[in-house]
């Protein structure tokens, strides 16, 4: 079992920046790959970026690449998204999740274990 905690969500204007935190519980937080995922009111969940659990490589949906990075520190069993140019369309949940079948997974049915979410609002 993993347990996840997003953290760092909030309010911020078009052009600012923010990053969230995904604190896994768990020994094997190296072992699994993680993503992020969000969900605008009214909108079906959609993928924003995963890292795998082996080399670290990454993926990110097309909307975010070039603003958006990811990355995990296993030593703190913990996966970040820096968010950079924000835009108000940007504004969703967003949670995070975590997977053990795929290296680089990028689907929802992909992932195993999800956070409750944090919820990220720009303003225009």
């Known amino acids: 079992q993993v347990q996840l905690v997003e953290s760092g969500g909030g309010l911020v204007q078009a052009g600012g920046s923010l990053r969230l935190s995904c604190a896994a519980s768990?020994?094997?937080?190296?072992?699994?790959?993680m993503g992020w995922f969000r969900q605008a009111l009214g909108k079906e969940r959609e993928f924003v970026a995963a890292i795998s659990w082996s080399d670290g490589s990454t993926y990110y949906a097309d909307s975010v690449k070039g603003r958006f990075t990811i990355s995990r520190v296993n030593a703190k069993n913990t996966v970040y998204l820096q968010m950079n140019s924000l835009k108000p369309e940007d504004t969703a949940v967003y949670y995070c999740?975590?997977?053990?079948?795929?290296?680089?997974?990028?689907?929802?049915?992909?992932?195993?274990?999800w956070g409750q979410g944090t919820q990220v609002t720009v303003s225009s």
């Open positions: 768990g020994r094997t937080f190296s072992r699994y790959a």
């Open positions: 999740a975590a997977g053990s079948r795929i290296l680089l997974p990028q689907r929802a049915n992909e992932f195993d274990y």
